[in-house]
Each structure stands twice: as C-alpha cells, then as structure tokens.
C-alpha cells in the first residue's frame, strides 16, 4: 500500500504543480503584454509627434488607448524616454526627459536598434520603436514596470511552491486514510487465498491417494488417469498461488547469500533437455562462467526455472532456444528465447500479470497456469532489477537484469 500512496501524493504534486505553473504562466504573460502595450502605445504616440510628449489636450480617445488614467496630468513627469534623430545634418539625441542616459549611448543603442531592422522591441528594460523611415528611434524606460511585474510574478511563484507543498502534505497524511479500505480488502484477497489454498490441500491429497489406491485395486485406467493429472496440476496450481501470496507480502528479501547464477541456470537447462529434445527443440547456451550475485538463492532459483520451463512449454516444434548470461559493468542480464508465434496485436508485458493468456486455449496444451511468470517478476522486483518481454518475428525473449550489488536496505 505503500506505494499506492506515493502514487496518490506523486499525482496530487503533479496536478498542483501543474495547476499553478500554468496560473503563474499565464499571469505573467498578461502582465507583460500590457506592459508591452501600454509601452507600445506611448512610444507610438511619441514617434507621431516627432520624439516629443504631446500635451493631453491633443489626445482623443485616450481612454480607449490607456488602462485607467495611465495618461494623466503626472504623466509628464512620470514617463523617462529619449529620441536619437537621423536626418541631412547627422545624427543627434534628445535627452530631455532621462537623466540616467548621455548622449554616446544613446546613439549607440540608436544604431544597435537600427541594425536589427526591428521596428518595434525591447533592448534591456527599453520599449523602443523606429520610425516607418527609420529616421527616429524612441526609447522608453519601461524597468519601472517589468521590475514591478517580474517582482509580481516571483511573489506568485514563492506562493505556488508554497501551496503545492502544503496540499502534498495535507494529501500525503491524508492517503493513509484514502488507501485503507483497498488495504484492508488487499489483505482480505491475500487471506482468502492463503486460507483457500490450504483449505484445497486435505481434499486434493485424499482424491489422489484415492485415485492410487483405485489404480492398484483395479490397474490404470484413462479415468484414473485424468484424475491423478488433473488432481496433480490443481496441486502445483495451488502451490504457485501460496508462492507468489507469500513473495506479495513482503517487501523485503530475506536469507542474502552469493549465488552462483551460472551453475544454477545450466543446472536448469539441464533439467529441461529432455524436454527440448521432445520437441526437437535446439539448445544454444552462452553462459558466462562464475556469475555470483548476492540474493536469495531459492528465489533466484526459482526465477531461473520458472523463465528456462515457460521456454520449454511454448517453443515451436523444430524450433530454437537460447539463454544467455553476461555480467555487464552495473547489472547481470539473463535472456531466454525461444522461437514461437508472435501475435503483433498483444502487449507481451502483460505475461507477468497473473493469469494472463494471449490466446486461452494454450492452457490445454502447455498445461501452465498463467502464474509463474507473475512469481518471476515479483522475485526480480524483490531483488532491485527489472524484467520485461520482447517479441521479435519469430520469437520472445525474456529479458532479466539484476543489479550487480544490492542496496543496503535490501540486505536487512
């Protein structure tokens, strides 16, 4: 349940995250298009009436081109902007309403301007705009207004990272609350398998101790037969759900030791060959010798066997399997092939949810249960790797890496 939480928390940040960087955005952007605008205005009206501030009484419309009172009777004296002039006699500034400017960089920044054949923009905190004869360039100091709006906007940001940090908190205390019931019914399932499982053992081990009796009494039979079969594969059924019930309930693995997966993966080649030899299957190995890992060894060992039978149960006949395992500089990978037929419409990841099948009727006729492969992908969780499946056009691989050192907390 754990880590139902982190998810819940995880996606509750990224929401409010997301929430709040789009309202800083989009608050920012406002901002500075109107004070774009209004710039963009005045510099406009500047440039008309030959770099110098028309009196209010010539204005008409004002309201329509200003926010508010923008243009009032302080407007005068609150507006510092300077003009550079190219014309028959040179080039030359009017300085009369900036103090902070001389004329050499007045004309320097003239010439800046005028070079990027931009009529309208920003150099620095400057809103300039040129002439449509590029004879007059008007500067405007805007910083008064990018300071002020720059300064609004990371207010707004302190403030959003300080929300989204508080609704993560509240969230994450309130999870434990929110994940209670899909606990209390994931223990629920966890028990009632446990307690089904071994609920089945005592009737199973009675209907086969029967079937042997009756095969002794009477000789075999096709029905003694299919009794004994079918009690047998109910018991490994059972023993597969108690396996992967009691590997779900732990989150840490438990009995280190170094583990030698090299002799444990020919040891279960071996085991299978006979198999494969069945169904004229051809065996190619390329086993790194001496690959030691730290791990539980009946986990790994279960790992290795159960990805070594599913290769055995689903190759082709006259078909090929190929296992691997190499030691690469941060991780161990183990890969298992066989040839099979690829349905190009089926997610062959979804193998290692339990009781999966890609086609149903394989049942029958491998005899598996649709577990293993959920038990495989749980060890390697354990163990800190990662699993996945691969199709290619005539085959799938299993593919399995496991880290060459364990974290400590996986060692307690």
């Known amino acids: 349940m754990k880590k139902l939480r982190r998810k819940i928390v995880f996606g509750v940040l990224l929401s409010a995250t997301a929430v709040f960087l789009l309202t800083v955005l989009f608050v920012g952007i406002s901002l500075n298009?109107?004070?774009?605008?209004?710039?963009?205005?005045?510099?406009?009206?500047?440039?008309?009436?030959?770099?110098?501030?028309?009196?209010?009484?010539?204005?008409?419309?004002?309201?329509?081109l200003f926010d508010g009172d923008f243009f009032g009777n302080e407007t005068l004296?609150?507006?510092?902007?300077?003009?550079?002039?190219?014309?028959?006699?040179?080039?030359?500034?009017?300085?009369?309403?900036?103090?902070?400017?001389?004329?050499?960089?007045?004309?320097?920044?003239?010439?800046?301007?005028?070079?990027?054949?931009?009529?309208?923009?920003?150099l620095d905190n400057y809103r300039?705009?040129?002439?449509?004869?590029?004879?007059?360039?008007?500067?405007?100091d805007n910083s008064d207004e990018v300071g002020s709006t720059r300064q609004l906007v990371l207010i707004l940001s302190l403030v959003a990272v300080f929300f989204v940090l508080m609704i993560t908190l509240v969230f994450w205390f309130l999870s434990k609350r929110i994940v209670r019931p899909f606990e209390r019914n994931?223990?629920?399932?966890?028990?009632?398998?446990?307690?089904?499982?071994?609920?089945?053992?005592?009737?199973?081990?009675?209907?086969?101790?029967?079937?042997?009796?009756?095969?002794?009494?009477?000789?075999?039979?096709?029905?003694?037969?299919?009794?004994?079969?079918?009690?047998?594969?109910?018991?490994?059924?059972?023993?597969?759900?108690?396996?992967?019930n009691r590997l779900e309930e732990v989150?840490?693995?438990?009995?280190?030791?170094?583990?030698?997966?090299?002799?444990?993966?020919?040891?279960?080649?071996?085991?299978?060959?006979?198999?494969?030899?069945?169904?004229?299957a051809a065996l190619s190995r390329e086993i790194?010798?001496?690959?030691?890992?730290?791990?539980n060894p009946s986990q790994l060992e279960r790992l290795i066997s159960v990805l070594t039978e599913n290769a055995s149960k689903y190759v082709s006949e006259n078909g090929e399997v190929k296992v691997s395992l190499k030691r690469e500089p941060r991780f161990t990978r183990l890969t298992v092939y066989n040839t099979c037929e690829i349905d190009e419409s089926v997610d062959y990841n979804q193998l290692f949810d339990r009781f999966y099948r890609p086609d149903s009727s394989r049942t029958s006729k491998t005899g598996g249960h649709g577990v293993g492969l959920s038990i495989a992908k749980r060890i390697v969780k354990l163990h800190s790797g990662s699993i996945e499946a691969i199709p290619s056009g005539d085959g799938l691989s299993f593919i399995v890496k496991l880290p060459n050192k364990l974290k400590e907390r996986k060692r307690k």
């Open 186 to 244: 994931s223990k629920m399932q966890k028990q009632f398998i446990t307690d089904a499982s071994h609920e089945l053992k005592t009737p199973l081990a009675i209907i086969s101790a029967n079937a042997e009796v009756l095969a002794f009494k009477d000789g075999e039979n096709e029905w003694i037969s299919n009794i004994t079969s079918q009690v047998a594969r109910v018991s490994e059924l059972v023993d597969e759900l108690l396996t992967l």
């Open 33 to 64: 298009l109107r004070v774009a605008r209004r710039a963009d205005t005045m510099t406009l009206l500047i440039v008309e009436n030959d770099g110098e501030l028309p009196e209010k009484k010539d204005f008409k419309n004002r309201d329509a």
């Open 128 to 140: 300039y705009r040129v002439s449509e004869d590029g004879k007059l360039v008007v500067f405007l």
């Open 251 to 280: 989150e840490e693995i438990s009995g280190i030791e170094s583990v030698n997966l090299s002799e444990k993966t020919n040891a279960a080649l071996d085991s299978f060959a006979q198999v494969f030899s069945g169904k004229n």
């Open 288 to 295: 790194q010798p001496d690959v030691v890992l730290n791990g």
């Open 77 to 122: 004296y609150r507006l510092r902007f300077f003009s550079v002039y190219f014309d028959d006699e040179g080039k030359h500034s009017d300085l009369s309403y900036i103090a902070s400017i001389d004329s050499e960089k007045a004309l320097s920044m003239a010439e800046k301007v005028r070079k990027n054949k931009d009529s309208v923009g920003y």
